[in-house]
């Protein structure tokens, strides 16, 4: 999977890239999440762990499969959690658990036994999707998806045995009051689920879970006074016409100005809010930035900010069921996504392993209002290696390349500026469908120009990290791609 070189400025006449990691495989063209039904594989363990192609930087279990990142990360009491669908029994997916493990860094994880486990009536079927919420007094709570021994989506929330366990190892899921959001007739219950990370608002807390009606996306709104008995508000939160099933949604205020973070309750004149669904139809993740009225219960995105695949997208590449949360340490808001495999099933199968978490990003507003910039975490820094291979003053000339030394792995970290004489060159449109129609060597606007990674000797593969540079209404708009089909 293509991980991660961003752009971090833009002058007019040099481009500063920090590749922070580049990993084998995959790319922005054709690869998606997914997670089909393979019963045959779903409870067959490992027997080997091939580790030719694990991450050196990614969030990885030892083995077996993981997807969603939407159960989400939580920072309680000085650790970061992370919860993650997970199969116990096999790598592909299947029998999901919430998996759970702890860091005081995002970078270093303790693996600890799952928090949910499908036990009871309400989830006997599958332990699906939710989100974690701090309760007032310090009291986290979970809020997941449950599949019912009638294979109803009904939604349930578990909470910690023990509060002075500060790894929170086990968690119980109450008899009484589960589940808190059975479906009534009016919903589809087969199509029902991800509940996100509730908010407090106008004395009460909110919440809001993915579904459709027929082929238009819907945000359920519930509301409770008492964080027990909830009720679903007249309207949705957010609906949109044509994107089909709406599923881990995740809604959250951006300040206007700065790089902070904002708590997901925060609310003020000039905070925007950022409504992000996973498109289950086209497995991608989009986001609209808009108003959220809490008069009125609803959220209206911002004209020109487009509600399905058309509109913006955190990451063009294999990016699936994110999850964003409040880091009360450093107060910033961070950004998880799920890879998942190119390869196939049989060979997820073979390898005893399939999918990882994306490098976690810091998320802001830009400064325009119209969309939002993230870069890694600083912590993914201390991943560095003390002795950097260094390359100076190199000349690119077109058509040709310059050779890194001394890197074998397939895994790097780099930064690398380019510089120009000129950025403009070139008038087509960026669209984004520019990367897949041009792939890597077709030119097009100032470009493309990158890295070459995971080259072979002879370069008759390697996986281009590319950007191209356009112009449009007077500025500069850079594309960042990557292109696996060689
Ligand atoms: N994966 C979960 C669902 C969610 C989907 C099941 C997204 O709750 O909608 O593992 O990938």
Sequence with gaps: MMCGEKLRSSTATSLHVAAFCVVVAATIIGVQGSHKVYPELQSLPAEKVDETHRTGYHFQPPKHWINDSHPGPMYFNGLYHLFYQYNPKGSVWGNIVWAHSVSKDLINWQALEPAIEATKPFDIKGCWSGSATILPGNKPVIL?????????????????????????RSWVKPSKGNPFIDPDRSVNASAFRDPTTAWFVNGEWHTVVGSKRDMVGVAYLYTSKDFKKWVRAKEPLHSARGTGMWECPDFYPVSPTGRRGLDTSALGKEVKHVFKVSLDLTRF????????????????????????????????????????????KKHRRVLWGWANESDGEARDKDKGWAGIQLIPRKVWLDPSGKQ???????????LRSPD?????????????????????GAQADVEVTFSFRSLDRGADLPAQDVCHQKGSTVPGGLGPFGLLTVASEKLEEFTPVMFRVFKKGGKHVVLFCSDATR
């Design 388 to 408: 950097p291979r260094k390359l100076n003053s190199k000349v690119l000339k077109h058509g040709r390349h310059v050779e890194v030394d001394g890197i074998t």
């Design 144 to 168: 997941y998806t449950g599949v019912d021994k009638h294979n109803r989506q009904v939604q349930d929330y578990a909470v910690p045995t023990n509060l002075s366990d500060p790894y929170l």
């Design 285 to 328: 993740d989009y986001y609209t930035i808009g108003v959220y009225d809490k008069e009125k219960e609803k959220y209206v995105p911002d004209l020109g900010s487009v509600d399905s695949w058309a509109g913006l997208r955190y990451d063009y590449g294999n990016f699936y069921a994110s999850k964003s949360f409040f880091d009360y």
């Design 372 to 382: 939002l910039l993230q870069w890694p975490i600083k912590e993914l820094e201390m």
